[in-house]
Structures are given as C-alpha cells and as structure tokens.
C-alpha cells in the first residue's frame, strides 16, 4: 500500500473515530447529533457543550485564516521568489495556527470544567488526542456533564418609563460589550425614574453591574438606553449634559503631582461655565475645599495625602462643576467609620439642594438613615445584571425580608458566592409587585 | 436646567494644560531631564565627537552620535507622558476637556523642554572640545544652525513618543515598544548600515537620517578632508613586495612634501555626498521634513487619544 493511500485511510478513520465520539457527547447535551460529522460546525457545537462559544468562533476563523496562509504559501512557493513575502506568508500562518491552538484549548477547558473533571491530564488528552478523549467521553457512562447552567433567567419586563419633564428617567434596554468574537449583555432590562432631590444608594453584589450601570446613566459607556434628565436625552445632547454630570470614579483618577488647590481650580477652569469671571471660578473652588474640609491643604501635594483625603479631593473636582445629577463609585472605599459617615453627610446635604445623588457602596448599613432609595442590581441566571428592586430603603428591607442591606445582597448573590441565590426570584417578584402597584 | 451656556473652548483650554506640564515639571522632577541630557551629551562629546565639523569620518561618525542623544532624549522625554495618565485623561475628557487642547499644551511645552536639553548639550559639548566652524548656512551663525538642527531632531524624536504614548494604554506597552522604534529610527537611517533595494525607501522615515544629513550639511561636509584612506595607507607602510616597500616610499615622499592634506582634500572629493550638500535649501528641507514629522505625529496623537472614552475599565 502506497504511504498516501495509508495516510488517508488513516485521516478518515480518525474522522470517524472523533466523530462517533462527539456523536454520543452531543447526545448528552441534547444537541443534534448529525452536527459530529459535519468539519468546523462540529467544533462549534462542541464549545457550546463547553460554554466557550466566543472561544470557538475565534478559533474558527484562526483555523480558516491559517488554512489560507498555508495555501497560498504553497501558491507563493510555485510562483513568488521573493522569500520576504514568503517569509511574511510563513509567519502569519504560524501566528494564526498558534492563536487556534490556544483557542482550541480555552474550548477543552471548558468541557473539563461542564464535565467536572479536575487535573491536567483530560485537558492534555483532548488537546493532543482528541479522538481517544472524544471516544472515552462519549460512550463513557460515567461521564455527564454535571456543572451546566440549567437555570433559566427571569423573564423581561417590556417595560418603559414614562417621561416626567423633571428628573432622571432611566430606560435600558441592554447594555453589551466584547467583539464579535465575545459578546456579553452586562445590563438587561432596567426601567426607573429618579426624583429630583433624592439620595439614592445603588447596590448589588461583585459582578451585578453597577459601575455599567451609572457610566450607561451617565452616557460615558452608552447602552441600548433612553436616559433623559430634566427632560433633555443624555445621549442625544452628551456635549451639553456632561456639564450636567458629575461622575467620581471608583478609582482615584488624580494627578498626584499637582496641588490640591491647582487640581481643583483647573476642574472648575474646565468645567464652569463662561458665566463664572476669575473671582467667581476662585470663590467656587474656595467654597469647595470649605466643603470638604481641604481649605488648609491647597498648596499640599495631592500624592501625599491619606486615602480618604484623595477621596474628598476626587469628589471636589467633579462637585465644583455643580452637577445636577452627581454619580458616585464607591466614595467611601477605604474609610473609617466617621469619615464614611460625614462623606455621606455632605452628599446628603447636597442632595437636599434638589440634585440628585447616586452612591454606590459595599457598606451601606452604617450611613442607610441618610439614603431614601435604593436600586438594587442582581445578577440572573445569565449572569447578566437585572432589576431586582428600586423604592424606599424601608421598603427594600420588607421586600427581601431582610434586615440589613447586606442581608439583600446574601439573597440575590448566586450560590456560588456565598449567597442564597435568589436573583431571578426577586427580579420576577418585584416586577410583579410593580405591576400591581399599577 | 439653563440653555446653550458657553465654556472654555480649545485655545482657552490649553494654558489650563500648559499650567499642568510646568508644575510636573517642578513637582514631579521633571527638570531632571535637563541634567541628565548634560550627562550623556557630555559623555558622547568627550567620547565621539573629537573630528567632528573637522573631517568627514569625524563629522558622520559624530554627528551620528549627536542625533542619537538627541533621538534617545526626545524619546524618553514624552514616551511614558500620555500613558501614564490616561486614565485621568479619560475623566477630563468626559468633563468637557478637548483633546486637541491636552496634546497642544504638551507639543508646546516639550518645544521649552526640548529646547532646554539641546542648549544644555551644545554648551557641554562646546566645552568638551567640539569646535564650530566659522560658516554658517542658513542662520548666519553656526550655532545657531546647529541649535535648530539638533533641537528640531530632538523634538521630533519627542513628538514620536508622545504618539506613542498615546497609542498605547499603559506604561509597561510603552517602554515595551520604545526600544524597537529607537532601534528603526537608528539602524534603518542608512547612515551605519547602507540601505539599498526596495527597503532603501526607509530610511526616509526616519528621524536621524534627516537630523544626520542636516548636521553634515551645516557642518559643510563635501568639503572636509579624508582621513581614513590616508590612515589605512600609513598602516600598511611596511608592506614589502619583492624586497621593497613602495608604500613606505609613497607615504615618506608625501609627507617629505607636506602633500597629506591636500591627499586628504583629493579623496574626499570621491567621497562628497549630494545629500549632504551644504546649500541653504537643503537644510531647510531637513529641517522641513523634521518639522512635518512632528507634525504629524502629534496629530496622529490627537486621533488615537480622541478614542479614550472607549478605554476599557
């Protein structure tokens, strides 16, 4: 027998060795089995066992794009002599063969994981000899897939918010992001209004999308949204709102090398309006650092300062634009008690000025007598972050039954971290109960 | 809510940014820069600028060296600049900062930086024993020529690694990619390593091949001596062929008769180079294309940093 003729009973021996394995693991995800014959559909249908979509998609195209280059190397070979351009050829075949090769793997650890193997050596077995891992697992009793999400998310409330003039009407559709290799919805389905001169706390556990959400309020990440304030769309006038907005990040996004005084002027030099004349840019920023106690600090460096002087600091320069809506990200990170507290005071205090102030904090409990309402944010079975309240304090606390927030956010974190995992319970619940308000 | 309220635009915004860059400069230790040029500039004199504007291996080989201080000084000057605060760059620019407004204040405030360090190496270099020559091409002055050759190389060195770090998102990319644009900018000049074929195209792009052909230029290069060819003839002057040493013969009667310089003037004619021709035009055009380079790249800067918003967290 010639060696070409052994190396192709070989090639489909092997297909149809791998093939009859997918076969019988297709089966066990209910997926239709014809799809293990068919080349690159089947890997395909193979990452969705493994919850590796995106990751098979990319790998896809490598294992396309490789082909290619490999091709027209042998093309380029025949008929090319310059060896930099098949020297070029070579190279973007190789990169192409190595990123597939990664992707393949990212797809078999997935299916390690839905089949909750542990260890290396089924990872090496599928990555050098996918046909015997194929096989073993296929017609293998003993392997199932036993970490599938099963769970079905809650459902979508069609809802949207009417415009009431004054206000923040918040109306998101979705909010996704990635390539068309990885796509993920952050935010789902989120419809509230916000009243003027409220102090709104927003909760939700790691992941649920809380920074998504107010950077798609504030229309610095915009999402499928209609987000209207004081009744002029955000999105549509961004360049008129963004003076509008105040948004202090969750992190300390501050020149460390400039003074206090300097770093706050040139906020208000930025953000001010023409109205404001020298004096008036300079009593502003004066009244700021009065505000937040930085008025015997303004020729100090900001770089030496404590943490939670850097946290005042950061909140000054957006405060002295004197936002109407003003959005905070975790202001009381790394503060004492006290501090955390005579912060929040003095957001209360400004929401009492008929602005509206948004914080989000992971230690809600010990400042809660200073919010009215709360948003809470809960990841569903999607893992994408929904509506699972928004109301009163008081009334969150009756609705989750609970009595602290941290209690509420026990109930919507997922099993997995700790929680009781009744995310998709409470969103269909509070929809609900927002219908029958109605 | 109040209609169409007005605020600071462009050209008002940039001495708020220009304000920023000084005060780096004296809190930050940014002045550092200035003695740390005094340094190396001093050192490369010391070491390879002897001969320089005194022959042509002297003037090339030196000039060489010249331009690479400046391309090494220009780059470290702004290559971690953007990067490292982009993050803050993104707030501002959410707050209504313009980007043109944030780059124009640093394009105007490395011109004072870079033309700081290239004063600063003149005078050490004049000091260590770089003399200028009596004429000058463009300026009238010859170190006036020469401050704008080696300031508008510098600068456009900065301007590149300003690009860069705006390109990039952090400082580790930055530093990552320096080295290989340096290496381009120095080796695919075709000044050490003749270019030649397709890739001769290059060397067009690259900064010191324009600081070099500038710096030959004013130092009126095709009109220097030779002395490599003298050099390597005197080396070989014990060279016997047939019991006889005819270059020893050659070299004694030459230098019998005070003939080495004008050997030296006869070869360097074979070695003039048109693009190193000492004429106020083509210094000018060396000093145009520095001048676009800069141009350019601060626009391109602008671009990507118009991006920002789209900085993943």
């Known amino acids: 027998m010639e060696q070409s003729t052994f190396d192709l009973i070989m090639k489909l021996l092997n297909y149809f060795l791998f093939s009859a394995g997918l076969f019988k693991i297709f089966g066990k995800f209910k997926i239709k089995r014809i799809w293990a014959f068919i080349p690159v559909v089947r890997f395909y249908k193979l990452s969705e066992c493994a919850e590796r979509k995106d990751e098979a998609l990319a790998a896809v195209l490598c294992t396309a794009l490789s082909d290619i280059f490999g091709l027209l190397f042998i093309f380029a070979n025949k008929y090319i002599k310059s060896e930099a351009i098949l020297l070029g050829i070579v190279l973007l075949a190789f990169t192409f063969f190595v990123m597939e090769f990664i992707y393949h793997v990212k797809v078999y650890s997935g299916l390690c994981e839905v089949f909750g193997v542990k260890g290396v050596k089924w990872l090496l077995l599928w990555i050098f000899f996918e046909t015997v891992a194929a096989l073993v697992w296929g017609f293998g009793k003993k392997y199932l897939p036993v970490n599938r999400n099963t769970e079905k998310a809650a459902h979508l409330s069609g809802k949207t918010e009417k415009e009431t003039g004054e206000g923040l009407v918040i109306d998101i559709d979705e909010r996704t992001v990635g390539s068309i290799f990885k796509r993920k919805t952050l935010l789902k389905d989120i419809h509230l209004t916000i009243k003027p001169g409220r102090m709104v706390l927003l909760l939700g556990g790691s992941g649920a999308g809380k920074t998504t959400f107010v950077n798609a309020v504030t229309g610095y990440e915009k999402a499928k949204a209609r987000i209207v304030l004081n009744g002029k769309d955000v999105y549509k006038h961004f360049d008129d709102m963004q003076h509008e907005i105040g948004m202090v990040p969750q992190r300390d996004t501050v020149r460390y090398n400039d003074t206090i005084y300097n770093t706050v002027n040139d906020n208000a030099m930025l953000r001010l309006s023409d109205d404001y004349n020298k004096e008036g840019v300079k009593g502003k920023v004066e009244e700021v650092l009065q505000a937040f106690g930085l008025t015997n600090y303004g020729t100090a460096i900001v770089g030496k300062q404590s943490g939670g002087q850097i946290k005042r600091i950061s909140i000054s320069m957006e405060y002295v634009a004197d936002p109407y809506l003003f959005v905070l990200d975790e202001p009381d990170s790394g503060l004492d008690g006290i501090l955390a507290r005579s912060l929040m005071q003095k957001l209360h205090d400004i929401s009492r000025e008929g602005r509206i102030v948004i914080v989000i904090t992971h230690t809600p409990d010990r400042v809660i007598d200073l919010f009215d309402d709360v948003i809470v944010l809960a990841k569903d079975a999607n893992r994408t972050g929904r509506l699972a309240y928004y109301g009163p304090v008081e009334d969150a606390r009756r609705f989750f039954e609970k009595d602290t927030l941290e209690g509420i956010i026990s109930t919507i974190n997922r099993k997995e971290e700790g929680g009781e995992g009744r995310a998709d319970e409470m969103i269909e619940h509070f929809e609900e109960a927002r219908n029958g308000e109605k | ?313």
């Open chain 2, 1 to 313: 809510m109040e209609k169409s309220k007005s605020y600071r635009g462009r050209i008002r915004q940039v001495p708020i940014y220009l304000g920023k860059c000084f005060r780096a400069f004296v809190y930050m230790d940014d002045w550092k820069v200035i003695p740390m040029a005094a340094i190396i500039g001093g050192l490369v004199s010391f070491v390879a600028c002897q001969y320089v504007f005194k022959t042509m291996e002297g003037t090339v080989n030196g000039g060489f060296a010249l331009v690479c201080v400046c391309i090494w000084n220009g780059f470290f000057n702004s290559i971690q600049v953007i990067c490292r605060e982009r993050d803050v760059i993104k707030r501002e620019h959410r707050s209504g900062m313009h980007i043109t407004s944030y780059v124009s204040a640093h394009v105007i405030y490395q011109a004072f930086i870079c033309m700081l360090q290239v004063t600063v190496i003149m005078a050490i270099g004049h000091a260590t024993g770089i003399q200028f020559p009596q004429a000058s091409v463009v300026m009238g002055y010859f170190p006036a020529d020469l401050w704008i050759t080696l300031f508008l190389t510098t600068y456009a060195a900065d301007m590149l690694s300003l690009m860069i770090s705006s390109i990039v998102t952090n400082s580790t990319a930055a530093m990552t990619v320096m080295p290989f644009v340096m290496i381009i900018q120095l080796v695919c000049s075709g000044i050490m390593f003749p270019l030649t074929g397709r890739v001769e195209i290059i060397k067009n792009f690259t900064i010191a091949k324009w600081g070099i052909e500038s710096l030959c230029s004013i130092g009126n290069f095709n009109s220097l001596p030779m002395i490599s060819l003298w050099n390597q003839i005197f080396k070989y002057r014990n060279f016997e062929i047939g019991g006889t040493k005819p270059i020893e013969e050659i070299t004694n009667y030459m230098m019998d008769n005070n003939l080495q310089d004008e050997f030296m003037k006869v070869t360097a004619k074979y070695s003039q180079n048109p693009s190193y021709a000492s004429t106020p035009d083509h210094v000018l055009r060396c000093w145009g294309v520095l001048i676009l380079m800069s141009f350019v790249a601060a626009l391109i800067a602008v671009l990507f940093l118009k991006n920002i918003d789209k900085d993943k967290r």
